[in-house]
């Protein structure tokens, strides 16, 4: 089954809430759901936006939660 273009969107806002709400690891949860539709679509330049922005978001959330390497990760990832 291939992801919609607006169910990676909608995980990552999700993810954007519970990091607000400071529930890190349930933002984790989401920008992972998030990251693994995405690798279903084509990569355009708003996929590659999104892919990059989730990954930022989830290594902030790892450095949160002092998972040092995770964050580094995904650091690279995101660049």
């Keep these: 089954m291939t992801a919609s273009l607006s ?3 909608d995980l990552r806002e999700q993810g954007n809430q ?12 989401r920008y992972t759901e998030a990251l693994n539709a995405l690798v279903d679509l084509q990569l355009s330049e708003t996929i590659k936006n999104d892919l ?5 978001n989830r290594s902030q959330c790892y450095i949160n939660l002092n998972q040092y390497e995770e964050a580094i990760e995904d650091a690279t990832r995101a660049l």
């Design 7 to 9: 169910e990676p969107g």
């Design 18 to 29: 519970a990091f607000k709400q400071g529930k890190f690891q349930e933002a984790i949860d």
């Design 52 to 56: 990059t922005k989730c990954y930022s």
